[in-house]
């Protein structure tokens, strides 16, 4: 069974830094690209960041230069550091397995909520 | 203000026919397949449909994507009260290198 398991959310003041985590099991982490996904109270996703097999990135220009992903194939994980936080990064961050052909995000994971507030 | 739009709110009731449309531009749903996403309250996104048509295994076949030119739709036949959710269109953009969403459409079952 495919299993996406966010972690690492939590309250974070204005301007500061956060990294939250994504365990992935169940399928073939390496073979997948991976996508982040962001979900502010009462809106819509936004789409953040993913990065390819290779390692290629990409980001949403809201979060570029300010967010970094990375993944660590060895340990099925993916990550993202989330850098000079504001009060509109507060958001439910959802990873997600990005099939490459269709950019079809076909595997979610629950969720970690990160809160900027002072 | 999402890339792709969406209707804010459909409503069908239990048996009807609901459809719901997404439209972009040349960058994204002109060049790049379309994909529906379903979010029942209070959970995570599912994949509803990818590659404009196609359906994930387990998904039923009462829905249907769609895709003509710059724009996309998404049909559910049979309406089900348990169909009540957030449907979401998205496709890659060219331009913006990376997903772009609609802003989502809210499926009242009266």
């Known amino acids: 069974e495919v299993q996406l398991l966010e972690s690492g959310g939590g309250l974070v003041q204005p301007g500061g830094s956060l990294r939250v985590s994504c365990a992935a099991s169940?399928?073939?982490?390496?073979?997948?690209?991976m996508s982040w996904v962001r979900q502010a109270p009462g809106r819509g996703l936004e789409w953040v960041s993913a990065?390819?097999?290779?390692?290629?990135?990409f980001y949403a220009g809201s979060v570029k230069g300010r967010f970094t992903i990375s993944r660590e194939n060895s340990e099925n994980t993916l990550y993202l550091q989330m850098n000079r936080l504001r009060a509109e990064d507060t958001a439910v961050y959802y990873c997600?397995?990005?099939?490459?052909?269709?950019?079809?995000?076909?595997?979610w994971g629950q969720g970690t909520l990160v809160t900027v507030s002072s | 203000q999402s890339v792709l739009t969406q209707p804010p709110s459909a409503s069908g009731t239990p048996g009807q026919r609901v459809t719901i449309s997404c439209s972009g531009s040349?960058?994204?749903?002109?060049?790049?397949?379309v994909n529906w996403y379903q979010q029942l309250p209070g959970t995570a996104p599912k994949l509803l449909t990818y590659?404009?048509?196609q359906r994930p295994s387990g998904v039923p076949d009462r829905f249907s994507g769609s895709k003509s030119g710059t724009s996309a739709s998404l049909a559910i036949s049979g309406l089900q009260s348990e169909d009540e959710a957030d449907y979401y269109c998205?496709?890659?953009?060219?331009?913006?290198?990376?997903?772009?969403f609609g802003g989502g459409t809210k499926l009242t079952v009266l």
């Open positions: 997600a397995a990005l099939e490459y052909s269709s950019s079809s995000l076909d595997y």
């Open positions: 169940g399928f073939t982490f390496s073979s997948y690209a």
């Open positions: 990065i390819s097999v290779s390692g290629g990135t």
């Open positions: 040349s960058s994204n749903i002109g060049s790049n397949t």
């Open positions: 590659s404009h048509s």
């Open positions: 998205a496709a890659w953009d060219d331009t913006l290198n990376g997903v772009v």
